[in-house]
């Protein structure tokens, strides 16, 4: 079982519609949580980060982190074409280490 | 404005040539990483750093080498080594000692072999 599990998708929604994004873990050990945006060719930016269980509200996004189920969500509401881009989720358990990535899930919103 | 950046932005490498990524902060972040970027692939490991003149393996660091002589540079090899290196190469940096662990990314480096 790889540490963490993310749907690759691809996802395709229209305009407006509500998406949600997940992934799953198997390492207890994790504490904190991230969400990065990355377009086509272009480094990965840095979205949401959570820490420990509980959501986290930021304008369209929020983020979800359930760590006795061990599964984290990015909800996305009222999307937008421009939010067309790969969503990966990361997570690292204590410093020393680097964070592990789940391998990405493609949205696609038209308009 | 205060960055990671990664340079070049396309690489071509003949076979059996070594070549060298070029990372470059001005965050005065301690900890960089290299990763590599493969399609269905997900981010994987290749090294990372968190202090000068100290490195570690990360899950895939075979076929690759790096120093970390400044604070500021974070250079990765891609030796002939490596078997399969056309890939998307991104470089990142952070404060752990901060607390905080998110990475601040570079746009990455294409390479290709030829």
């Known amino acids: 079982q790889k540490e963490v599990e993310q749907d690759p998708g691809p996802l395709s929604v229209p305009e407006g519609a509500i998406v949600s994004l997940n992934c799953t873990y198997s390492?207890?050990?994790?504490?904190?949580f991230m969400w990065y945006r990355q377009y086509s060719r272009k480094g990965p930016e840095l979205l949401m980060y959570t820490y420990s269980s509980g959501n986290k509200e930021d304008g369209r996004f929020t983020a979800q982190v359930d760590k006795s189920s061990k599964y984290i969500s990015l909800f996305i509401r009222d999307s937008q074409p421009s939010d067309s881009a790969t969503y990966l989720c990361a997570m690292i358990g204590q410093a020393g280490t680097a964070l592990i990535f789940g391998k990405g899930t493609t949205l696609s919103v038209s308009s | 404005d205060g960055g990671i950046t990664q340079s070049p932005k396309y690489l071509f490498r003949k076979e059996g040539q070594n070549v060298t990524l070029s990372c470059e902060q001005n965050l005065n972040h301690d900890a960089m990483y290299w990763y590599r970027q493969d399609p269905g692939q997900g981010l994987r490991l290749i090294y990372y750093s968190q202090i000068v003149n100290d490195f570690q393996k990360g899950d895939i660091a075979e076929g690759y080498s790096v120093s970390r002589e400044k604070k500021e540079s974070f250079p990765l090899t891609v030796t002939s080594a490596q078997k399969n290196p056309t890939a998307f190469y991104l470089c990142?940096?952070?404060?752990?000692?901060?607390?905080?662990?998110?990475?601040?990314f570079g746009s990455g480096t294409r390479l290709t072999v030829v």
């Open positions: 390492n207890s050990a994790f504490q904190y």
């Open positions: 990142a940096s952070s404060d752990p000692g901060t607390g905080i662990y998110g990475y601040t």
